[in-house]
């Protein structure tokens, strides 16, 4: 294929996923019907996309297998590894990536920093979301209904003297999120360790978890660790683009 017809069939794939109708697809390609029509049956020929029953098209199970690929958990942790890697570098601390299952967090990844000491954590380990940075993070970023149902749903388990044991207070925590895009864990999972984190999406921009920069409350005040959350934000929009997420 030349140059010319690989761009014919990007521009085509691409038009796919919001239009169906070969109308549509050659008006935002700016290519001819018969072009759009020619390519579009190549791709069903090769699995790339198919008929629907309406006549139109839609994406076929070969996108489907190979997304389904590239999106799978350890390749998840693969293309955030960077913006962790980074993040320890600017920051100091031991960065953490955490996915959320059903309503818990697990660690997925961890780098850590280059003390003379190890963080507890370790991967495959269950976070609650109530008392982590992360957890905070992921019930902010999400919309209103799916946060308030989350909170509900939750068992406000104390940990440490510090840790949120009541929905108001977890509520008015998130609300801050919504207006900062990072929160905070103050000794609240563990007495000692303070933690900022900041929520990633995936490419669908769903609420898939989050990373946070952890370290000792001897080492970092909170109003430390407060001008620390933008650099942990931005390390996590990184990823969340990493990921495919397009704002």
């Known amino acids: 294929m030349t140059d010319t017809a690989v761009e014919k069939t990007l521009a085509v794939l691409e038009a796919l996923a919001d239009h169906s109708r070969i109308t549509d697809i050659a008006r935002v390609t700016g290519l001819p019907k018969s072009t759009v029509h020619r390519l579009l049956q190549a791709m069903v020929d090769r699995g790339f996309a198919a008929v629907r029953s309406d006549g139109g098209y839609l994406a076929g199970p070969k996108v489907l297998v190979m997304a389904g690929k590239v999106l799978r958990p350890v390749d998840?942790?693969?293309?955030?590894?960077?913006?962790?890697?980074?993040?320890?570098?600017?920051?100091?601390?031991?960065?953490?990536?955490?996915?959320?299952?059903?309503?818990?967090?697990?660690?997925?990844?961890?780098?850590?920093?280059?003390?003379?000491?190890?963080?507890?954590?370790?991967?495959?380990?269950?976070?609650?979301?109530?008392?982590?940075?992360?957890?905070?993070?992921?019930?902010?970023?999400?919309?209103?209904?799916?946060?308030?149902?989350?909170?509900?749903?939750?068992?406000?388990?104390?940990?440490?003297?510090?840790?949120?044991?009541?929905?108001?207070?977890?509520?008015?925590?998130?609300?801050?999120?919504?207006?900062?895009?990072?929160?905070?864990?103050?000794?609240?999972?563990?007495?000692?360790?303070?933690?900022?984190?900041?929520?990633?999406?995936?490419?669908?921009?769903?609420?898939?978890?989050?990373?946070?920069?952890?370290t000792l409350a001897m080492e970092h005040t909170m109003a430390q660790l407060t001008a620390l959350g933008p650099r942990v934000l931005s390390a996590a929009n990184t990823v969340s683009t990493a990921l495919g997420y397009v704002e």
């Open 76 to 214: 998840t942790v693969e293309r955030a590894r960077p913006a962790l890697r980074a993040l320890r570098e600017e920051s100091s601390c031991t960065v953490h990536m955490a996915m959320v299952v059903g309503d818990e967090l697990v660690y997925v990844d961890k780098v850590e920093a280059d003390k003379p000491y190890r963080m507890p954590s370790r991967l495959g380990m269950s976070l609650s979301v109530h008392c982590s940075a992360i957890g905070k993070a992921v019930l902010g970023s999400m919309g209103p209904v799916e946060s308030d149902a989350m909170v509900a749903r939750l068992r406000l388990v104390g940990r440490t003297p510090n840790t949120i044991t009541t929905e108001d207070r977890l509520r008015a925590e998130v609300a801050e999120v919504r207006r900062t895009g990072y929160g905070f864990d103050d000794e609240e999972n563990e007495v000692g360790i303070r933690c900022v984190g900041a929520a990633i999406r995936d490419h669908t921009g769903a609420v898939v978890g989050g990373i946070s920069a952890s």
